[in-house]
């Protein structure tokens, strides 16, 4: 197990160095920050010795001089004994500390000289009562020293369950309060990016519910729960070993395990690779082993498992960012974040090769991590932003596809399988003689008249707030006061059928330059209740409208090829109106259209007419509601002469000459006593 564990993370075994004649160290009025290792002298004790016997064996040279190599040892249960010699020959006493300037360490003997020649024993162990036995309460071992002899032997014994790491340093009060100062600082920095890190995908996490950034905040926390264990601050904190071991177990184990679960959703390996997505599955549980392994055989056994498993899934979070980032741009930022942490990596594992760089070394895994995390932030804000595009191009393409306003309900969930009644004016449109025109011309100018056509429908039915439902063929259905509530909707209804007449009586200016054919409208309008939803399968649905109110709307637009007026519509849309002086309405017919027993007062807004007509139909408003009740009280020969002089004024005006033949024919045959002045109309 030990040494496949050296061969997996590069922190562990190391060979001390050959013996050579003593070394002191001297300590002048310059000096305030020195590294001990080239003056220091290593026994690895596989059986127990007592310092005494370890003091005893200065003159055997079983201690072998370290050489200035940084001193690491790896995982070992051997006890590490460090013996240094100092001559302080300063010009003024300073107080001095010896630093061991790595947090890990479980068990520390410090032994230092008096001037009788006896050793004094300063012992520092982890413990997990909650009270500290550290002289100075700091993440790392931090022991004063007084220098009372001309030369100061000091030997320091080392056992702990972790990598053995052995970077002493000594300095005075001034040089300890700096090197505090600096790596407060940079361990400062370091955790206010991760939990900036960890707010903003919290943010966003609470804010879209993705998965990938509820996995990934699972791994940042473990990220800064490992990084303070291992900086020492989770036990300078609780003052609890097994605690503090706990924890980094832990948190090394839900890390791998959040990173494979960020992996599968980041990545969308469940619907891209079933093969890559099984294995990942295969280990999630492989990671979560190091716990079982702690209650069962502590924290020894356990933390070398996690620390390979580190490894092994750093590699494999590289691999699979490097096959995909040639078809997944999301995964170049997730394949750059992995180089970054196992750079860091490998940095701090130059210690092992006798490499060491101040500051950069010790703080390779901070500058790893940090920038592993900060990039992975970005590829989920890139991820992001390339789903919102997508979802942006789909929205523009559904919202072609059916109304915007259903659109945004649709994709909102606020529209489900079934409808509701609500009342709701309905307008249908369509072309006149449209069959005939389809004949003379090719299919690909029938469809740009089309859409020219429809455009302005779709315009002037959105600026008055309603909504085109769908087209069929020729014709358009628009909707008012639903889906979405407005105010005065029989009123807007009515102004969009103005609108849309005289709009298209301009279109038909620019088909005419065109050589192209223009188009004559037919708009019926009826208000009342409808039965409004989403109306298929559970596989396809189309939101649509249904009911009485809608077929009535529709049998009054077909109404107005036979009174050859644009717009037509119905009593209870007159006494909807809230402003029906702002029209021009005459009322043209009493019918009963075919499956109803109800009879429809039917009347005509002509305020799109040509402006001649409509100014002689406004004039002889009166004389018109003169013919229409004497015709209504059976009184057809003077209704007769009124129409009659009304189509002599009006030839264009349809509707009078249909009343004026009326009226011949009922004074010649003279209805029954059950004649109400309405008329069936049979077809659909």
């Not at 490998?346 to 901070?366: D, E, M």
Request: aromatic share 12%; hydrophobic share 45%; charged share 20%.
């Amino acid at each position: 197990m030990l040494k496949f564990t050296g061969l997996i993370i590069f922190i562990l075994f190391l060979p001390a160095g050959a013996s050579f004649a003593d070394t002191f160290l001297t300590l002048g009025d310059l000096e305030n920050d020195v590294e001990l290792s080239p003056y220091l002298y290593i026994l690895r004790d596989s059986s127990s010795l007592t310092f005494e016997e370890v003091s005893a064996d200065r003159e055997n040279n079983n201690f072998t001089h370290n050489k200035g190599i940084y001193p690491a040892f790896g995982f070992t249960d051997d006890i590490i004994w460090g013996r240094v010699s100092v001559q302080d020959s300063s010009s003024e006493q300073r107080r001095w500390f010896i630093m061991f300037d790595y947090p890990l360490l479980d068990d520390v003997a410090v032994y230092t000289a008096s001037k009788n020649g006896n050793y004094k024993k300063i012992n520092i162990v982890k413990n997990s009562s909650g009270q500290s036995s550290r002289i100075i309460n700091h993440r790392k071992i931090i022991i004063p020293l007084l220098f009372e002899n001309e030369i100061n032997t000091i030997y320091f014994r080392i056992k702990t369950e972790e990598t053995v790491e052995l970077p002493v340093r000594l300095l005075d009060s001034a040089a300890l309060a700096r090197r505090n100062y600096i790596e407060m600082f940079i361990s400062g920095m370091y955790y206010g990016i991760i939990c900036v890190m960890l707010l903003y995908n919290l943010f966003i996490y609470l804010t879209l519910r993705d998965k990938s950034y509820l996995y990934y905040i699972l791994y940042l926390v473990s990220v800064i729960l490992g990084q303070l264990g291992l900086d020492g601050y989770l036990y300078e904190f609780f003052n609890n070993d097994i605690l503090d071991k706990g924890i980094r177990v832990v948190a090394g184990s839900t890390g791998i395990t959040s990173v494979l679960f960020f992996t599968i959703y980041y990545l969308n390996i469940k619907e891209e690779s079933k093969k890559l997505y099984r294995l990942v599955k295969y280990l999630i549980p492989v990671a979560n082993l190091p716990v079982l392994l702690f209650v069962i055989f502590g924290f020894h056994v356990a933390i070398q498992l996690t620390l390979i498993l580190f490894v092994m899934s750093a590699l494999f979070f590289l691999s699979i960012g490097a096959m995909k980032a040639m078809s997944n741009p999301a995964a170049r930022y997730y394949l750059l974040a992995w180089v970054f942490m196992l750079g860091g990596v490998i940095v701090f594992g130059l210690k092992s090769a006798n490499i060491f760089i101040p500051y950069v070394t010790t703080f390779s895994l901070h500058v790893g991590s940090a920038m592993e995390v900060t990039i992975l932030s970005f590829a989920l804000g890139y991820r992001i932003r390339r789903l919102q595009n997508e979802k942006d191009n789909v929205t523009e393409v559904f919202g072609k596809a059916v109304a915007p306003e259903i659109r945004d309900l649709l994709l909102n969930g606020n529209i489900k399988l079934g409808g509701d009644d609500k009342k709701a004016t309905i307008l249908f449109s369509d072309i006149r003689n449209f069959t005939v025109l389809s004949e003379k011309y090719s299919p690909e100018k029938i469809v740009s008249i089309l859409n020219r056509h429809f455009e302005l429908v779709s315009r002037i039915v959105h600026e008055e707030k309603g909504l085109v439902n769908k087209y069929i063929g020729d014709s358009a259905l628009a909707l008012f006061n639903i889906p979405l509530s407005i105010e005065n909707h029989c009123d807007r209804a009515l102004n969009s059928a103005i609108a849309i007449v005289e709009a298209s009586r301009d279109l038909n200016k620019k088909f005419e330059m065109e050589g192209l054919p223009g188009l004559k409208l037919g708009i019926g309008i009826h208000t009342g209740d409808v039965l409004a939803g989403n109306i298929g399968s559970s596989s396809r649905m189309e939101y649509t409208v249904i009911g009485d109110t809608v077929n009535t709307a529709s049998r009054i637009e077909q109404l107005t090829k036979a009174y050859r007026t644009p717009v037509l519509t119905t009593e209870t849309v007159i006494h909807c109106l809230v402003n029906p002086g702002s029209y021009l309405i005459r009322e043209i017919d009493l019918v009963r259209l075919k499956g109803k027993e109800n009879h429809v007062r039917v009347f005509e807004v002509f305020n799109a007419d040509e402006e001649s007509l409509r100014m002689r139909k406004k004039e002889s408003l009166p004389r018109y509601n003169e013919a229409r009740e004497l015709f209504l009280s059976r009184k057809f020969t003077d209704s007769l002469i009124l129409f009659e002089e009304l189509v002599s004024e009006m030839p264009e005006d349809h509707v009078v000459k249909i009343m004026a033949d009326r009226c011949r024919k009922l004074a010649e045959t003279s209805p029954g006593e059950n004649w109400t002045g309405s008329v069936f109309v049979s077809s659909k």
